[in-house]
């Protein structure tokens, strides 16, 4: 099998003397739709956290793209990595976050423009003719020329989505990317992640309650629990037959919810 486009080896991530990743083994294959679904306070939202470098690892390597993201090499060790190292490897992941975490002093445009030009050089031409495909992409062509706060939630999570393709990134994050939105926003958004999924050869890694649409979209669903992978497998394994007792108590409680 070829390298992992992402691989965790062993992480441990703590918070004081709170164990929140514990001994993780996990790896994202390249093209490959990964969901990660758990309770509350499992640590799903802290392996993206860590693959956008907001958080570092207490311990263990996480690779991407087969180089090290929280380490560098020196000769045969790994030392931690300088702010250089962490800018270059950023731009491969692209991320898309709960509460949009767009410009809001920039229009639509300027938001899809700015980081092609500022951190891939990319000449204003080119920039523009890439964020006009991406607008059309996820629906907003008449909206370049407004500011965000002009815009719906589903909408800025729109341009959220199409910002971070802008980088054209190896992988794409979604962290709950739809739990900020009013319930009739939700179907737009998750249509433009559909459509992604089904179009193009990205890889996508996503933490969503959403499980109907974990369902759909997925080639594997990992269900974490108290910082661990307690059971993955096929949307249908998990969903239509999981194994372990905390599974099902979780799908329980979530779909009697829904
Ligand atoms: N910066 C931090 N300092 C201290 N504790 C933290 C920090 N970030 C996260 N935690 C704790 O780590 C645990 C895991 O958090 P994480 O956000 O990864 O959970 P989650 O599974 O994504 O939960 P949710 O579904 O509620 O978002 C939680 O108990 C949280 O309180």
Redesign the pocket.
Known sequence: MSEPIIRFDKVEKS??A?N??KDLDFEVAKGEKVTII????????????ILMTL?DVTSGVVYVGGQPLWHEKKGERLVPASEAHLRKMRTQLGMVFQSFNLFPHMTVLRNLTEAPRVVLGLSKVAAKERADELLELVGLTEHAHKFPNQLSGGQQQRVGIARALAMRPKVMLF??PTSALDPELVGEVLNVIRHLAEAHDLTMLM?T?EMRFAREISDRVCF?DQ?RIREQGTPDEIFGNPKEKRTQQFLRAVTEAD
């Open positions: 918070f004081g709170f929140v990743l758990g309770p509350s306070g499992s640590g799903k939202s802290t392996v993206l956290r958080e962290d709950e933490v309650h974490f910082g």
